[in-house]
T-cell receptor, first 116, second 113 residues
Framework: AQKITQTQPGMFVQEKEAVTLDCTYD???????LFWYKQPSSGEMIFLIY??????QNATEGRYSLNFQKARKSANLVISASQLGDSAMYFC?????????????FGSGTRLLVRP | DTGVSQDPRHKITKRGQNVTFRCDPI?????LYWYRQTLGQGPEFLTY????????KSRLLSDRFSAERPKGSFSTLEIQRTEQGDSAMYLC???????????FGPGTRLTVL
């Protein structure tokens, strides 16, 4: 069965420093996708970054990069140069398979607090 | 604004009442999803539409829940005889055909008293 594990309930980071949010996953399907979403206190889930299981290079989107280690089944999010506006909940998610609903399975999230 | 919209944003109701939520996806997105998020947890999948067809339902979707997408555009999620356990954030998302990325709306926060 699919599973996403985020072991850090909360993290602190100093403004302008980098931070890594951990995510491990479990699947037996060779084709899958991994996502990170940001959820501010307003509640909306904001898409940050995507990594496909067959992608050879780690995904990057501006200050966000995904450290994809397939053998370890980990997909950690790295945020560089943290900003106060990065304070939010961060969710790792996975979709499994190609001929399916593409529904997402989410982890329990990590609350990030950026200190000035 | 061309993002996913949801209405209402907040709903407070008494136990036993029926409630209905609406989701308007991004235009041209033929896939539409409903998720439920309880406090301190990640969202959980409820149901999925491709155009007007409801193709998958989670076991979380009890017989008190019904979802429709009559013309393949907006969708409604109705909860009948609400219970306190139904209190949650209900999120809607949409995506292009066979595309990975789902874009979420702001959610409807339901409180059942």
């Amino acid at each position: 069965a699919q599973k996403i594990t985020q072991t850090q309930p909360g993290m602190f980071v100093q403004e302008k420093e980098a931070v890594t949010l951990d995510c491990t996953y479990d699947t037996s399907d060779p084709s899958y996708g991994l996502f990170w979403y940001k959820q501010p206190s307003s509640g909306e889930m904001i898409f940050l970054i995507y990594q496909g299981s067959y992608d050879q290079q780690n995904a990057t989107e501006g200050r966000y990069s995904l450290n994809f280690q397939k053998a370890r089944k980990s997909a950690n999010l790295v945020i560089s140069a943290s900003q106060l506006g990065d304070s939010a909940m961060y969710f790792c998610a996975m979709r499994e398979g190609e001929d399916s609903s593409y529904k997402l399975i989410f982890g329990s999230g990590t609350r990030l607090l950026v200190r000035p | 604004d061309t993002g996913v919209s949801q209405d209402p944003r907040h709903k407070i109701t008494k136990r036993g009442q029926n409630v209905t939520f609406r989701c308007d996806p991004i235009s041209e997105h033929n896939r539409l999803y409903w998720y439920r998020q309880t406090l301190g947890q990640g969202p959980e999948f409820l149901t999925y539409f491709q155009n007007e067809a409801q193709l998958e339902k989670s076991r979380l979707l009890s017989d008190r829940f019904s979802a429709e997408r009559p013309k393949g555009s907006f969708s409604t999620l109705e909860i009948q005889r609400t219970e306190q356990g139904d209190s949650a954030m209900y999120l809607c998302a949409s995506s292009f055909p066979r595309a990975d990325t789902q874009y979420f709306g702001p959610g409807t926060r339901l409180t059942v008293l």
